[in-house]
């Protein structure tokens, strides 16, 4: 029996890893170049920027532009599918300040 895969598990496969939904969030707000994105996020080292953009390069959630002139000037922007993920980055942005973190790890309730 072949199991169908849920389009939970499915969508966490392509935006679930470290440091993507932070990726996506800096390219809401337009083109940026690989410094740019890494100062913007701050902390995520240039092999696992490097990495997560050509994975999201390779599931069609960004667009890599190269401009051959010297020095190399490489540009990154959401495609279309990569815009449709706005709602999603807004509504964990929502619940981000709906339920902060348990300080002194108890549960906070704010409804």
């Given at each position: 029996m072949?199991?169908e895969?849920?389009p939970?598990e499915?969508?966490?496969?392509?935006?679930?890893?470290k440091?993507t939904?932070?990726?996506?969030?800096t390219?809401?707000?337009g083109t940026r170049?690989f410094?740019?994105?890494?100062?913007?996020?701050?902390?995520?080292?240039?092999k696992?920027?490097?990495?997560?953009?050509r994975?999201l390069e390779?599931?069609g959630?960004?667009e890599?532009?190269?401009?051959?002139?010297v020095?190399?000037r490489?540009?990154?922007?959401?495609?279309?599918?990569?815009l449709?993920?706005?709602?999603?980055v807004?509504?964990?942005?929502?619940?981000?300040?709906?339920?902060?973190?348990?300080?002194n790890?108890?549960?906070t309730d704010?409804?």
């Amino acid at each position: 029996m072949v199991r169908e895969e849920c389009p939970v598990e499915r969508s966490l496969k392509i935006i679930g890893g470290k440091w993507t939904i932070l990726i996506i969030r800096t390219l809401l707000d337009g083109t940026r170049r690989f410094g740019e994105m890494g100062s913007a996020l701050g902390g995520v080292s240039p092999k696992m920027l490097a990495q997560r953009l050509r994975e999201l390069e390779r599931d069609g959630i960004v667009e890599r532009r190269l401009y051959p002139q010297v020095p190399l000037r490489v540009e990154y922007d959401l495609t279309e599918k990569g815009l449709a993920l706005q709602g999603v980055v807004e509504a964990i942005r929502h619940w981000g300040e709906n339920y902060p973190a348990a300080e002194n790890g108890k549960a906070t309730d704010h409804q």
